[in-house]
């Protein structure tokens, strides 16, 4: 089954979506730049992904459906696709045309990789002096690092993200990353807001044609990092691994149930901590002078820790949630994607939904973390992730004026 060559009009662009006619150009593979364009298109820009021939390589990343990649329906979503083969002179030339149109392009290739087949940013804004061109890399596109080759596991790293996300004292199993590619999504969050920024500052009249915006994965993973930085140079002091705690907060931590399941505690203010004792049947820490205010906590965190989960070991999760939650404590058991996608704030949000995918069938899709009066989530979903060059006569005659692709 192949995706339909143009969507459907009922699910063209809404006119209230804030970003409804700014044309972006993608030449994204993998994560970061991809993420990027997807939250704009959520938006209701009008992206038009650039593939190669063989399509986009995450579209051989994860689970299959139908013989068709599953994480694409998400990852393509919202976006028309077109192949072009970037070394190919006559590609290059449509590939121009187009950003000659583009509000904006977003490209994650290594640093230098455009320029070495003739499609940098100078000759790109000899098409269009107007364009914004965000490029998304691992180091940045200058710097000693820059040609050194990376992933998002290596933003982790040198971010000094996996560092902390080790057990306090665990030395035999390397820290381990989040579950998520949360370097790249930070990135192409940062991406797709620098974008907006940049267009909107040039069609405000600030001057000058489009910007070239530098994102990077390291950086992206270190701009998290609070008041990591400030600590160090100030003291010395170099913030280690918490586990599951907070070490600025207390009490707040994870603690185990008795059903073998966890509950997320957060304890953090005075008014919640002398409630959270309470419910336990703790009042006397509530009580004690040492626990007074936050400073105090911190300094006794274990001594709490302790007294919480001789608790919560007496309750299954779901039980003892309900009883913290009565008393308004904020809580919650560890969701796994089942809980999500079962559980009825989510649903009633339409923060999971069944779409319609042409090549998959019906598909739970996440909406958009971000809600517009007057526009669903639903409606926000306007197509799920095409078949490469799924829309090259579309967009080929709609932005070229060309009949059909030669």
């Known amino acids: ?24 150009l993608e030449l994204g593979h993998y ?43 998400i990852h393509g979503r919202n976006k028309l696709s077109v192949t072009l083969d970037l070394k190919n002179p006559r590609d290059q030339a449509r590939l121009l045309k187009l950003a000659a ?14 320029e070495r087949i003739g499609l940098g940013p100078d000759r790109l804004r000899e098409a269009n002096p107007r364009l914004v061109i965000a490029r998304v890399s691992g180091y940045g596109q200058d710097g000693p690092y820059r040609d050194k080759p990376a992933f998002g596991a290596i933003g982790e790293a040198m971010g000094g993200l996996r ?25 192409g969050m940062y991406a797709a807001m620098a974008v907006v920024s940049a267009c909107w500052g040039r069609d405000a ?61 957060a304890g953090n203010s005075d008014f ?13 820490l509530a009580d004690d002078p040492r626990m007074a205010d936050n400073g105090g906590r911190c300094a006794h965190a274990a001594e709490l820790d302790a007294a919480i989960a001789d608790w919560t070991r007496t309750l299954p999760a779901r039980e003892a949630q309900e009883r913290l939650e009565a008393v308004d404590v904020p809580c919650s058991r560890l969701f ?40 669903t989530p639903r409606e926000m979903v306007r197509w799920t992730g095409p078949a490469a060059g799924a829309h090259n006569e579309q967009v080929f ?3 070229l004026g060309e009949e059909q692709q030669a």
């Open 1 to 24: 089954m192949t995706s339909p060559a143009r969507p459907p009009a009922t699910r063209l662009p809404l006119a209230g979506l804030p970003l409804t006619g700014l044309k972006v």
């Open 31 to 73: 994560i970061a730049g991809p993420f990027a364009t997807r939250l704009l298109a959520d938006m209701g820009a009008e992206v038009v992904k650039v593939e190669p021939p063989e399509g986009d390589p995450i579209r051989g990343w994860g689970s299959r459906h139908n013989g068709h990649p599953v994480w694409f329906s």
């Open 101 to 114: 149109r583009a509000d904006a392009l977003v490209e994650n290739f290594r640093p230098g990789y455009l």
């Open 163 to 187: 560092h902390l996300t080790a057990n306090p004292g665990q030395t035999e199993l390397p820290p381990p990353r989040c579950g998520l590619s949360i370097s790249d999504d930070l990135a």
């Open 205 to 265: 009249g600030e001057g000058g044609g489009g910007r070239t915006i530098d994102i990077n994965l390291v950086d992206s993973v270190f701009s998290l990092s609070e008041g990591i930085l400030p600590e160090y140079g100030l003291t010395g002091k170099i913030r280690q691994p918490a586990g599951a705690a907070i070490p600025t907060a207390a009490p707040t931590n994870t603690y185990p149930c008795a059903d073998g399941k966890w509950l997320c505690v």
């Open 272 to 284: 919640i901590f002398r409630r959270l004792m309470a419910a336990i049947g703790r009042p006397d």
């Open 336 to 375: 796994d994607i089942r809980d999500i996608a079962e559980d009825p704030h989510f649903l009633a949000r339409d923060s999971v939904m069944s779409v319609d995918d042409p090549l998959l069938g019906p598909v739970l899709h996440p909406a958009a973390p971000f809600r517009f009066d007057g526009v």
């Open 397 to 399: 005659q709609d932005w």
